[in-house]
């Protein structure tokens, strides 16, 4: 059956046949390339003995070399050699592939314009809405899905890079059995015999196991098997999903419960430990909420306190931050909750957090009702508690707040759940186990010692994208479909349900997880598109089936599927030490999963590997981060190396992590605003398998966690251990140095002088110059960014470097000071070290009036156009490096060595074919993404009318939750960014240098409570 | 004396005999002049130490062509440059070398403008310093580009079918102009010189292979009185072209920084104070080359102390000089009052190339306090040592200059750190070695000293003059 027949013909809009390897044995043979018999015929007549080896090369024998990829160069190379002795036959060659060219050209698709198609990536069993970018039926870029309410248009930095990652030319390719491939038929082969011998069993022996599942679909598959075999059972482990906060509900409420919060209605905000904005379910719409609150002037601005342990992008927007300890913060909470009022808290003696804490409760209770407490992902079971026990005391919930039934499809205690698989598998219950994606022995708890336990189950299956730990002890490796190439469901933070609907064929012999379960069930041979399409046929039914089908499809989110708030009862306060044992002291751990890979899962993806991390600017690496007083008491940290130094290398001493009898081995790093007395560790390093870029990089992180302690360990030690490492750091230096390069005020002083935002800001006349000026009529392009609103998330930069063909450039070159993003998220700390207040500030290309750049380019190859942008010319660009050298703003980015992969075909497919592909030795830099400004303004001129505001969005732009960078014509006096920059917190950067930017900042607006103070 | 004069084994016991005064040891006769300087090329055996000394020159050549090689197969991230700082050795080398050759044109042409009959001895070799430094110095703007094939030349402004040309407000399309006028007004004013000289060499060649090669370069020089006459107006004529490019080259070069936006490379000194540092190092350069030459081929009696002392005294003068510009620049960034102006020199006493900057003044000011002591002036193992320590300097200066205006300039986020790796020093000592192995070419095939012009030197010349 052809895979191309699982699509719904009447889906809306059709996608196109995509190109696929060719499986040569499903070609019959009278379908060889017409000039290839016409070549073989007369040669034949030739008798010539060369050529029949090119025969015999050319026709499918070599199947095999194509497919495999280390194979296909040498089959190539042989391929190379032949025609070359063939000779005269070289020249007419057609590829061997059966190209079928459009004799009907599709409907919607006009070569040359891209088609968008929305469909949902699910992470930690919450999905997000995208749309994706095709081209000629390869999708290129992912954009958020304006019409889901997890996205609102914007997406994260995973979903961003979904397009590299589903041409990762590492993925998992063919179904192998102990490392030799199979087919299909032999695995459900194996399936079945396995199945027969359970049924008399009832299944006792299989067990399923999964990561947090978000598609309705693929529970009731689960639930399926799992009534065809009673005794089967189904755990779940993903370390993306939050255990505790799952557990927080039910202590609370004694039930599993969804949580949703509504910045839009939070006049005052308290997280604990909780980067509520830049990660976890739902922070794309948070950020937008939480921002839309964050402008001087539009509505009251809110508050935001922070307690947290290391900081986060969160922290970092916070009014006020307060750094912890791990072990200090449920005694703060505690206080807080005694404090509002929580019924059933005692107030406790929370230390050093004691004045802070009760500020911020007196503040709490001054806006009953329209304030919010959030608890982090990584707080106990307990924290989560007392914050719903807080919000409820202060008359938070179905206000700020709401509940709903759980988003997941069956939300578990996933610690109890895995423990319960290794205690079965280790009794040698399990015959049959089957790992649905994860990577469970990477990411499980070492002292549960999962992959031993695995090793005495039979019958081992792992469904992956990548060959990794897990695969490599199991028997059956089953490559997976990307989201990108496979139909599916998922529900978002509220209940939303979105259809995943695949925008390209797979690339590969790959299979979805619905595949994989419905191989388990009666009727192993369904399709993943008859699979979701009868799910959803049977749960709505309805005659307009198929006409809702098709809009469900094509807007990306189900309709009305949103969950209804529940009504809670009030929530329990836990007693003191109801996780437990409180931490036993001394030094502390604190475990995160990684901001760019996360658990590990995105550690093959080069583009989140090189993502400056948020903070710390780290690339390709983790580290043990401790604040400036600990490294001092420890004598470690880190040197600027002589090559690179505070831009790109930072010489870091690396210490060993020591708790209860494990240890790592790290480099240290200062983190300037982390609580003392701790470390800070993220987890999804130190990979030992999964594709060319994830092993080697860090330490694992895991290997000290026990699973009693997952989120935060007491008790360790750091020693030195004399030796170095190098980690690569696109910025170590975190001050202004007094050059005021982001303006921050607090609220109180920009009410009572807006112009003290700009106070001191000296802008040259423009009458300078003896040259007139240039008028710039038409178009005039330029852009604002909100300092205030940015929340440092990164995912602007992953958009640009998907959109603008960005390479990635390795570690190596990160340390010289090379990486090639076109827009930097500069941090900037301000005040003491221990406490800092920290901006973000994205720095694109300033499209300078008067560009630096271009005066000093002796070939014209960076010129500027009548619009104001300040274009530039790869062709003719020499790589002198001089415009590089004389922009203030330090955007440009040079090719020094060959950066682009020129070679690996599936990365060929995900190029946006509207930009350039740069090589070696060209300057590049942001463009205000020209390629959708062009775009827009044929469309425009087609239509004989002016370009809309709004109309077009630069990547960057385009991606914000926090909608902090907008994107506009300036001389549409009605456009928002002519009304942004009409604003009395615009500033131009560096504007006393007569560059005249036609990038502008809007300052940070601090909305300080008196009562502590800035 | 007569053929077969032996080189002097003893450095000092020549120069004992000429007074300090002299530019030519007393005795010498226009043959005594003709031989002992032809002879170096015709007449002896090139000595071991010359093999050696190429030998080990055109080693490094070689290493520079494998750099080179390497540089086009791979690009320019072998090198060190990163973002901010993305000028490193390739420009530093670029100015020093040309530097470096401005003291060959001084002495060439403005000397012989002002009669500073001194010179004669020392400016043929000095031009051919020149020459081979512009040589070296010419390669770096091209092999720092990213597309060296491409930027060789669309720098040039050359009619093209798409009617585009370079940019002309760049100052680097303005080197291009300034160092190519430069390096043909050099190269037609030494080969100008050299012409009576080659005539010399092909009527006293014994080799067939001598006579034709000298011979055609020569250019049919007979030494007619007319050939003469056109002689020294045409030499006259280039010396007037080549003095003006003294002055501009450096400072198109200075131009390079001054028209840049950056901190510690805007500045209106650069111009002069580029000048001074040229001559200052050129000078250098040429001390360098001529104590360790005048010893080996026991020349003493033309390169005299007076000349030794006399380049000595303008290294004095061109280094206070550059000391004044240091110290201007300074306090006008200072007095400028503008943060990122005053910034660069804090950053550069007290940051990341503190040693380096301190190295470069210790090298460049202090050091050569010592000429203003005659017994220094005259001692040329003092004056050999601190013309290595003035080259040293001089490119510390450039390397300040370049590396650390850019390491630190406006935005905090952007500072960064640069180091040299392997193939930048590769690049630079192989230069040195292709500068060294023109030179050993140079002394062994072409006579050193200008014949003609140092017969016309001898009291002999001035007789029949008056006559």
């Known amino acids: 059956m052809s895979r191309d027949d699982q699509r719904d013909p009447n889906a809306e809009p059709r996608t196109n046949p995509a190109p696929r390897i060719l499986n040569v044995d499903a070609v019959p043979a009278g379908a060889a390339p017409v000039p290839a018999r016409f070549w073989r015929t007369l040669e034949e007549h030739a008798g010539d003995s060369r050529f029949d080896a090119f025969v015999r090369q050319e026709f499918p024998s070599q199947v095999e070399a194509i497919v495999d990829p280390v194979q296909r160069r040498t089959f190539l190379k042989l391929m190379g050699a032949s025609m070359a002795l063939a000779g005269f036959s070289a020249c007419t060659r057609q590829p061997a592939e059966p190209i079928v060219p459009y004799v009907r050209q599709p409907e919607e698709l006009i070569p040359g314009r891209p088609l968008f198609y929305a469909t949902a990536m699910s992470l930690g069993g919450v999905a997000s809405g995208l749309l994706v970018e095709c081209h000629e039926g390869r999708p290129t870029k992912v954009e958020g899905n304006a019409l889901h309410p997890g996205s609102l248009g914007a997406a994260d930095v995973f979903g961003q890079a979904a397009i590299l990652g589903l041409y990762d030319p590492d993925r998992a390719r063919t179904l192998t059995r102990l490392g030799e491939i199979q087919a299909w038929p032999s695995f459900l082969g194996a399936m079945r015999a396995a199945l027969t011998a359970q049924t008399p069993l009832q299944g006792a022996g299989i067990r399923i196991l999964t990561e947090s599942i978000a598609s309705p679909t693929l529970g009731a598959q689960i639930h399926e098997i799992l009534a065809r075999f009673p005794s089967a059972r189904w755990h779940q482990w993903d370390p993306a999903s939050g255990d505790q906060a799952r557990a927080g509900t039910k202590l609370a409420f004694g039930e599993y419960l969804g949580v949703q919060y509504h910045f839009d209605r939070a006049d005052v905000v308290l997280t604990l430990d909780a980067d509520v904005l830049s990660c976890g379910p739902g922070s794309l719409r948070y950020a937008r909420d939480f921002a839309a609150r964050r402008r001087p002037g539009d509505r009251p601005m809110n508050r935001l306190y922070a307690v947290e342990v290391m900081p986060t992008p969160t922290g970092a927007r916070a009014d006020h931050r307060l750094a912890l300890r791990p072990g200090q913060i449920e005694p703060a909470v505690r206080r807080l909750a005694a404090a509002v009022g929580a019924p059933g808290a005692a107030s406790v003696d929370s230390g050093r957090s004691a004045a802070f804490v009760d500020a911020v409760a007196a503040d709490l209770r001054a806006h009953r009702g329209a304030c919010l407490v959030v608890a982090g992902a990584e707080q106990s079971p307990a924290v989560h508690a007392l914050a719903h026990a807080i919000n409820g005391a202060l008359g938070n919930i179905g206000r700020t707040i709401t509940y709903t039934d759980p988003v997941e499809v069956e939300p578990t205690d996933q610690l109890a759940s895995i423990r319960a698989l290794v205690d079965d598998m280790n009794a040698g219950r399990v015959d049959l186990l089957v790992v649905v994606s994860g990577n469970p022995v990477y990411t499980a708890p070492p002292d549960l010692k999962f992959g031993d336990a695995m090793g005495r189950v039979p019958v081992r299956v792992h469904l992956s994208l990548h060959e990794d730990e897990t695969s490599a002890l199991c028997h059956w490796q089953i490559p997976e479909s990307h989201f990108l190439e496979s139909w599916s469901d998922a529900r978002a933070f509220d209940g939303t349900v979105s259809i995943v609907q695949p925008v390209i064929a797979p690339l590969y012999e790959t299979r979805s997880a619905h595949e994989l379960l419905a191989a388990l069930s009666e009727r192993p041979e369904r399709s993943a598109y008859d699979i979701v399409r009868g799910f959803w046929s049977r749960e709505t039914i309805t005659p307009e089936f198929e006409a809702r089908w098709r809009r469900w499809v094509h807007d990306g989110a189900v309709p009305d599927t949103a969950f209804a708030p529940k009504a809670v009862g009030g929530a329990a306060v836990p007693p003191p030490g109801a996780d437990g044992p409180a931490a036993a002291g001394g030094f502390e751990i604190a475990f995160r999963a990684d901001p760019s890979v996360l658990d590990g899962r995105f550690a093959n993806n080069g583009w989140l590997q090189e993502l400056p991390k948020p903070i710390t600017r780290l690339t390709w690496d983790n580290a043990v981060l401790v604040s400036p007083a600990t490294a001092a008491r420890l004598e470690a940290g880190g040197m600027p190396a002589t090559t690179g130094g505070e831009h790109g290398q930072i010489i870091s001493d690396v210490v060993e992590v020591r708790c209860q009898g494990r240890s790592v081995q790290g480099a240290l790093f200062v983190v300037p605003g982390h609580a003392d007395d701790c470390a800070t560790v993220h987890l999804g390093f130190g990979r030992t398998r999964g594709g060319r870029v994830a092993p080697g990089v860090g330490f694992d992180a895991n290997a000290l966690r026990a699973a009693s302690a997952l989120s935060f360990a007491a008790g360790a030690e750091i020693v030195k251990t004399g030796r170095t490492h190098p980690l690569a750091c696109t910025q170590y230096h975190f001050l202004m140095e007094g050059r005021h390069t982001v303006r921050a005020v607090t609220l109180e002083e920009f009410e009572r002088d807006p112009a003290a935002m700009t106070e001191g800001d000296e802008t040259p006349p423009k009458t300078l110059t003896l040259y007139p000026e240039f008028p710039y009529d038409g178009y005039k392009w330029g852009m604002a960014i909100d300092v205030n609103a940015c929340i440092g998330c990164n995912a602007c930069v992953v958009a640009c470097q998907a959109e603008n063909n960005i390479p990635v450039v390795g570690k190596e070159q990160v340390l010289r000071g090379r990486e090639m993003h076109w827009i930097r998220i500069d941090t900037y700390h301000r005040g003491p070290a221990e406490r800092p207040e920290t901006f973000f500030q994205p720095v694109p290309c300033m499209q300078c009036e008067n560009a630096p750049c271009e005066v000093v380019c002796p070939v014209g190859a960076t010129v500027h156009s009548h619009e104001g942008l300040n274009d530039m010319v790869y062709n003719r660009c020499v790589g002198t490096r001089y415009c590089s050298n004389n922009c203030p703003y330090k955007v440009r980015r040079f090719n020094f060595l060959l950066y682009q992969d020129w070679d690996t075909p599936s990365l060929k497919l995900g190029r946006n074919p509207d930009v350039t592909v740069r090589s070696r030795g060209v300057m590049e830099k942001c463009t205000y993404c020209v390629q959708r400004i062009n775009e827009a303004k044929i469309d425009a001129e087609k239509e004989g009318r002016t370009v809309r505001d709004g109309e077009i969005q630069p990547a960057c732009a385009q991606t914000c939750p926090a909608e902090a960078i907008v994107f506009g014509n300036l001389n549409d006096p009605g456009s928002r960014v002519s009304a942004l920059k009409a604003s009395e917190r615009n500033y131009a950067l560096l504007g006393e240098l007569n560059t005249r930017p036609r990038t502008t900042y809007l300052g940070a607006v601090r909305n300080v409570n008196a009562e502590i103070g800035e | ?467």
């Open chain 2, 1 to 467: 004396m007569n053929e077969g004069l032996e080189p002097v084994a003893d450095s000092n016991g020549g120069a004992m005999e000429v007074a300090t005064r002299d530019v030519i040891a007393p005795g010498h006769t226009f043959s005594t002049v003709t031989d002992k300087i032809s002879s170096i090329v015709l007449a002896r055996r090139t000595p071991p130490g010359w093999w050696f000394g190429f030998a080990a020159a055109f080693l490094l050549t070689n290493l520079l062509m494998l750099a080179v090689a390497y540089l086009v197969l791979k690009g320019t991230g072998i090198w060190g440059v990163n973002v901010p700082v993305g000028w490193g050795f390739a420009i530093v080398n670029f100015v020093w070398w040309i530097g470096i050759g401005h003291a060959g044109t001084l002495i060439s042409a403005i000397l012989l403008l002002l009669k500073q009959s001194w010179r004669t001895s020392i400016n043929r070799f000095a031009e051919a310093m020149t020459l081979f430094a512009v040589a070296c110095a010419g390669l770096f703007p091209i092999l720092h580009t990213g597309r060296p094939w491409l930027a060789i030349y669309w720098l040039f402004p050359y009619p093209n079918t798409m009617g585009i040309w370079p940019q002309f407000r760049s100052p680097l399309i303005w080197d291009v102009f300034a160092v190519s006028t430069y390096a043909t007004v050099s190269l037609l004013f030494w080969f100008v010189g050299l012409i009576p000289d080659l005539a010399t060499l092909r009527d006293r060649s014994q080799s067939r292979v001598g006579r034709v090669v000298y011979g055609m370069l020569a250019m049919g020089w007979r030494g007619s009185s007319m050939h003469w006459h056109r002689y020294e107006t045409a030499y006259l004529l280039l010396a007037g072209i080549a003095t003006p490019l003294v002055v501009s080259v450096h400072t198109v070069v200075s131009f390079d920084f001054a028209i840049a936006i950056l901190p510690g490379w805007h500045t209106t000194i650069f111009p002069p104070y580029f000048v001074a540092g040229a001559i200052y190092s050129g000078f250098a350069m040429v001390l360098t080359l001529a104590i360790p030459i005048r010893a080996i081929y026991g020349l003493e009696d033309f390169i005299t102390s007076r000349h030794l002392q006399n380049m000595a005294k303008v290294m004095l003068v061109t280094g206070l000089v550059v000391a004044y510009g240091y110290l201007t620049e300074a306090f006008i960034a200072w007095y400028s009052a503008d943060p990122f102006e005053s910034y660069v020199p804090f950053n550069r006493g007290t940051g990341f190339y503190a040693s380096q900057y301190w190295s470069l003044i210790a090298c460049n000011i202090v050091v050569p306090q010592l000429l203003w002591f005659k017994k220094v002036r005259t001692s040329t193992r003092a004056l050999f040592t601190i013309a290595i320590i003035v080259n040293i300097g001089m490119w510390l200066e450039r390397y300040i200059i370049v590396v650390t205006s850019l390491h630190r300039d406006f935005l905090p986020s952007s500072w960064g750190n640069y180091a040299g790796t392997f193939w930048d020093w590769s690049t630079f000592v192989g230069t040195l070695g292709l500068f060294l192995a023109l030179l050993f070419l140079f002394v062994r095939f072409l006579p050193m000293i200008s014949i003609a012009e140092m017969r016309a030197m001898l009291p002999e010349a001035k007789v029949e003059g008056r006559e």
